[in-house]
């Protein structure tokens, strides 16, 4: 598949003053790289204060980075063109005018876009229905609940019908329902055959919604991956078993020499081996109860995104600062 965005080696450090003077500013991103494929939603998953905003901000051409570039559809485009290309939908609202309907606040926003009136008022409907607001297109924007005002952010940021979208936290602060709502949206839009970037701290929103996730932690990418592949870099696999009876000492001896086992540890009432190889394992285990040992339930359970993030943002917090070279990254040219 074709990079349709490519970012290499950026580095964004916000310039500092004390007391009128120049000191040294606030690095936000460090020697980030990488790419985002046609069709596919790339997740950038990161704590808070990561540089998720800086980078979307640059991306959409609203802060110039301090080194690094941004090539689209291989190409460094003039910003009018990249503007043409990306469209930007933030968590904030401060910038939508309160006392305009959500449809008078595209049309502004459109009208700065050089669109031609009826293109742009056919637009603002397909946009308004695409986002489940057109019920409320002349509803005042300051009457909006927080949900339709992420949705009309969302709108504003399709009104020129861009092939790449930098969406910024776009479920953050929502219901379940509003939340489900957009995520359904963002599907349908990877389906027109959209790149969508999308910011967000939330976990198991990216294991879903993105096929390709990059971990972000104070400002340096520490993983790129697919989130199965990611997760395959958590230390392992574990085997959960409850035992019929409570298992003795010698018992639990046993399990911790049966083979690819590296730890045993209990949990309420089950018993976890954390293991390197489960098939081995499992054969072992059968073998094990066939010696008599009743066991209730056996279960295989797959290490989550989440033990990945909080491993590598750990590891990164306890590293000395500096550029990264991101794990499990593809199809990066230096
Ligand atoms: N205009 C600015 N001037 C100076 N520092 C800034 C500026 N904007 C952001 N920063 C700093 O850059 C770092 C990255 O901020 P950024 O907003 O990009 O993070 P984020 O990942 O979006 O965080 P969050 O999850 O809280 O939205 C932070 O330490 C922040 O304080
Ligand atoms: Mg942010």
């Not at 637009?123 to 609940?145: D, N, P, Q, T």
């Not at 972000?216 to 993983?223: I, K, N, Y």
């Not at 094990?288 to 040992?293: F, L, P, S, T, V």
């Not at 056996?298 to 995104?305: D, F, Q, Y």
Request: net charge positive.
């Amino acid at each position: 598949m074709v990079g349709v965005l490519e970012v290499r080696h950026l580095t964004m450090v916000y310039p500092g003053r004390a007391r009128g003077r120049e000191k040294e500013g606030h690095r936000a991103l460090s020697d980030v790289s990488f790419e985002a494929r046609a069709g596919e939603v790339f997740g950038i998953l990161g704590p808070n204060g990561a540089g998720k905003t800086t980078l979307m901000k640059i991306l959409a051409n609203l802060i110039i980075p301090t080194s690094g570039e941004v090539l689209i559809a291989g190409r460094r485009l003039h910003p009018r063109a990249q503007a043409r290309w990306v469209g930007l939908s933030t968590g904030e609202d401060r910038s939508f005018y309160y006392r305009l309907s959500g449809w008078q606040n595209l049309e502004f926003f459109g009208s700065l876009r050089s669109l031609g009136r009826a293109r742009l008022r056919q637009r603002i409907e397909w946009c308004l229905e695409a986002v489940g607001l057109e019920g409320a297109s002349h509803v005042k924007f300051m009457k909006y609940s927080t949900g339709m005002r992420k949705r009309l952010n969302i709108a504003r940021a399709l009104l020129h019908d861009p092939p790449i979208l930098l969406l910024d936290e776009p479920t953050a602060s929502l219901d379940p329902v509003s939340a489900r709502r957009v995520r359904d949206l963002i599907r349908d839009l990877k389906g027109q055959g959209k790149t969508i970037l999308m910011a967000t701290h939330n976990l198991a929103e990216a294991e879903s919604a993105c096929d390709r996730v990059g971990i972000l932690s104070s400002g340096r990418l520490l993983a790129v991956g697919t989130p199965q592949g990611l997760r395959a870099m958590a230390a392992g696999r574990s085997v959960w078993l409850r035992p019929a009876e409570r298992l003795d000492a010698l018992a639990e001896a046993e399990l911790l020499a049966l083979p690819g086992v590296r730890q045993v540890r209990r949990w309420d009432s089950q018993v976890i081996l954390d293991t390197g190889e489960v098939r081995a394992t499992l054969d072992g285990l059968v073998r094990w109860a066939a010696q008599g040992h009743s066991l209730c339930d056996i279960r295989v359970v797959e290490p989550a995104l989440e033990d990945v993030f909080l491993r590598l943002v750990a590891e990164a917090a306890s590293e000395p600062a500096g550029p990264s070279h991101p794990a499990g990254q593809k199809g990066v040219r230096a």
